[in-house]
């Protein structure tokens, strides 16, 4: 392992595995929460979710094992569980997803101004993702607004559109993720 001091992007990736854990985290509280609800489709989704953050970290870490610099599990933040509406773990996934995006913009800036191409080319895909990512959730959260309380139009848009989406081939670009993709 080196033991040379991290660039500003190596730091910001580094950190960046507490936050995929902490989203996987929160996905798993979503889920749970849609479960409790008699909400089976909407917890797929978010059990499904869990994994793929999961496996984002897991990513960042073979990226770190890969380029022989040293890597550690970092602690994750606590996930919020309480939520007054089926409507609110929606609004949070999406929040939550535009922060992320942010946080991975910044990577793939810091890598640019570090002269770290290695970096930034790993952070393509994740850009690519991001936008997937964003883009499902806002249409979660619409559907969700005009269903209007109506849970079963809802449950049945989400199985029928996005967790029939969520079972498509893998990405080849998709980085490899330390341990295997779950």
Do not use: C
Request: net charge negative.
């Amino acid at each position: 392992m080196t033991a040379t001091p991290r660039t500003t992007f190596q730091q910001l990736l580094h950190d960046q595995i507490s936050n995929e854990f902490s989203a996987s985290q929160q996905y798993i509280a979503l889920a749970v929460y849609y479960d409790n609800h008699d909400m089976p489709q909407l917890a797929k989704r978010f059990y499904g979710q869990s994994v793929e953050e999961r496996n984002h970290a897991m990513m960042i870490i073979q990226y770190f094992l890969d380029r022989d610099l040293d890597v550690e599990i970092p602690a994750v933040a606590a996930p919020i569980t309480a939520f007054d509406d089926y409507r609110e773990p929606i609004a949070l996934a999406l929040k939550q997803e535009k922060q992320v995006t942010e946080q991975i913009v910044s990577l793939a800036r810091a890598a640019r101004d570090d002269g770290d191409y290695l970096g930034e080319q790993f952070m393509q895909w994740f850009l690519k993702e991001q936008v997937e990512e964003v883009a499902t959730i806002t249409t979660l959260q619409t559907i969700a607004d005009r269903a209007d309380g109506n849970i079963f139009d809802l449950e049945n848009f989400v199985e029928r559109e996005i967790n029939a989406a969520a079972t498509s081939a893998a990405d080849p670009g998709e980085p490899v993720a330390a341990g295997g993709n779950l």
